[in-house]
């Protein structure tokens, strides 16, 4: 009889256990499994690189080509650029006649990009020029390159006329 009845009692308790382990572990690897699933995507997603969307010039506008002709005289060129995901932006010159990128000249870097990145270029009326301004974006881990050109020509008699 005592048989049986421990018989009957196995046939009861040990699927409510067996379920319970199967259970609890199933919920402890489901977890187990999200959380190295988010430690995976975190450790392999890089920072998105940056990207220069525009470059605009006031007051004189560029052409199609990025040409910016300045206006006779002394005067300012703003440039303004819109950037996405970059931590600063570099602004660097370099002459046409003779300039290469190992020749560039860092006019001026923004880091903060709360206000937008921009630099004024002013310029005088007895200086001609030709510049490849060339923007730089800069990422924690990227940089992105965009240029215009930038001529100022003075006449024969060396005047801006």
């Known amino acids: 009889m005592f048989g049986r009845i421990f018989k009957v009692f196995l046939l009861i308790m040990v699927p409510l ?8 572990s199933k919920i402890t690897s489901s977890k187990r499994i999200a959380s190295i699933q988010a430690q995976s995507q975190t450790q392999t997603q890089a920072p998105a690189a940056p990207s220069i969307i525009s470059i605009q010039t006031s007051p004189t506008v560029a052409d199609s080509d990025g040409i910016v002709l300045l206006p006779n005289g002394s005067g300012k060129l703003h440039i303004q650029v819109k950037a996405a995901n970059a931590d600063s932006v570099r602004f660097w010159l370099t002459h046409m006649e003779v300039g290469s990128w190992e020749d560039r000249q860092l006019y001026k870097e923004d ?3 709360a206000d937008g990145w921009e630099v004024d270029f002013p310029y005088k009326a007895d200086e001609g020029f030709s510049y490849e301004l060339i923007v730089e974006a ?5 940089e992105h390159r965009k240029s215009i050109f930038i001529h100022h ?3 024969i008699d060396g ?3």
Do not use: E, L, R, Y
Not at 17 to 24: C, E, F, M, Q, R
Not at 138 to 142: L, N, Q
């Open 17 to 24: 256990v067996t379920t319970s382990i199967v259970s609890t």
């Open 111 to 113: 880091t903060n990009g």
């Open 138 to 142: 800069k990422g924690s881990t990227a």
């Open 153 to 155: 020509t003075i006449g």
């Open 159 to 161: 005047t801006n006329k």
